[in-house]
């Protein structure tokens, strides 16, 4: 590929121990950095043609989406990034038609597809398929899987219940899958690459009979064509009661190569950092992973005004180094460093900017735009983003009414001087 970074993949499938046809399907074309796994819903007349029809839309538009995904370069670029998640996007969308068209809903798979570019991962989901990212020793899990026993844990995390108890017969009832209903909500991520990351692709007979751990162990112990199978293998070893597919992409660069993604915050450490905010609370990783894709790094420094007062508001700034000063008609009402936030408002179309805000040193940012976030509460994805919303409105209120208290103060420190 044309960036310096080196994308290679590799798949294997196997029927497995119980099945007696397999109905997954895969794609690896690492010329155009496109990767997919789909897995036919065993349940349904035709998983197997759903799958393959999915893996072959795809495949013919692998050069394009390939070709999209190298145009933009760095994945910091918002509108860039925005157009290869809504291909992705548009793709399965035209693929679940596809599938309904002739199965008339009573076939259906689900999807997994990776694009890669230089520093830049775009995935697009559907099903309880999964995607893992192993980085520097770690496994991650990328993306959530669309069965009610996820629905029921995520409604019994809003009551302050961690129980999974009675979830396991759930397990496998998927709410979402492409060509079931004439319409399909699809989850899109994006993910910066790092030389070395590899990313696993699966379907729910390899991630069922394998742990994280057990993944990581594997690839590290085998050579790259032979990872896939080697996954394959151990899951039917391990009692798999489904078809095992695995896709392994792996991507690798001199360090001087490639336009690495800044150290200080890839995605993994962006996920920490989120985690920690209290705007972020209640959610589970892979939702995290969802909001991502609206939010980007911004860097100000001493003597830069990051918000003006009376401005109309634009953005949430959630600041990751270094601190700012809030300055109100000319008066310090504050400071604010790393793991605290300020334009809350901004995201609900609010009242003009209350103060200045001005670094007092070199400050790193993640930023949200309030119509980025009005997009995914209304459209793309308002189960999670009414999570966000009902957090964003309580720590709003919380911050009016600590700053009203600071101008009150103050007000009332100008009238006792005069």
Request: glycine content about 10%; some cysteine; overall charge negative.
């Amino acid at each position: 590929m044309s960036t310096g970074m080196t994308i290679r993949g590799w798949a294997h499938s196997e029927t497995g121990n119980v099945r007696q046809q397999n109905q997954d399907s895969w794609l690896v074309d690492p010329e155009h950095g496109v990767f997919a796994v789909a897995d036919g819903v065993g349940g349904n007349e035709g998983g197997d043609v759903a799958s393959k029809v999915l893996v072959q839309m795809v495949r013919s538009e692998a050069e394009t989406i390939g070709e999209l995904a190298r145009a933009g370069g760095s994945g910091e670029d918002g509108r860039h990034r925005e157009r290869v998640l809504n291909t992705l996007h548009s793709q399965i969308e035209k693929a679940n038609g596809e599938v309904f068209r002739i199965g008339r809903g009573r076939m259906s798979t689900t999807a997994d597809v990776l694009a890669v570019s230089g520093n830049a991962a775009y995935i697009a989901h559907v099903g309880d398929s999964r995607v893992y990212l192993i980085r520097d020793g770690q496994t991650t899990r990328l993306t959530d899987d669309h069965t009610f026993a996820e629905k029921l844990k995520a409604q019994r995390r809003a009551h302050g219940s961690d129980s999974e108890e009675g979830l396991d017969r759930f397990r496998h009832m998927l709410t979402r899958s492409v060509g079931n209903q004439p319409r399909v909500d699809v989850d899109t991520i994006f993910v910066d690459v790092q030389p070395g990351d590899q990313f696993i692709l699966c379907s729910d007979g390899v991630s069922d009979a394998l742990g994280e751990q057990r993944m990581r162990e594997i690839l590290a112990a085998h050579d790259g064509p032979d990872r896939p199978r080697a996954l394959t293998e151990a899951a039917a070893e391990e009692g798999s009661t489904d078809n095992v597919t695995a896709v392994v992409v792996e991507a690798s660069a001199g360090f001087a190569d490639v336009d690495r993604s800044d150290d200080r915050l890839d995605t993994l450490r962006k996920l920490e950092f989120l985690e920690e905010i209290e705007l972020f609370s209640g959610l589970q990783p892979q939702e995290l992973l969802r909001v991502l894709p609206i939010i980007y790094r911004r860097e100000f420094g001493p003597g830069d005004t990051i918000v003006q007062e009376g401005e109309a508001p634009d953005s949430l700034y959630m600041i990751v180094e270094g601190r700012v000063d809030l300055i109100s008609e000319g008066s310090d009402i504050g400071s604010l460093g790393p793991g605290e936030h300020f334009g809350e408002l901004a995201l609900f179309g609010g009242a003009l900017r209350s103060a200045d805000v001005i670094p007092t040193e070199e400050v790193l940012v993640l930023e949200m735009t309030g119509g980025d976030f009005r997009e995914m509460t209304e459209v793309q994805d308002p189960e999670l983003g009414n999570t966000l919303l009902r957090n964003l409105l309580t720590r709003a209120a919380d911050r009016l009414r600590e700053t009203t208290s600071k101008l009150v103060d103050l007000q009332k420190e100008r009238d006792d001087s005069d």
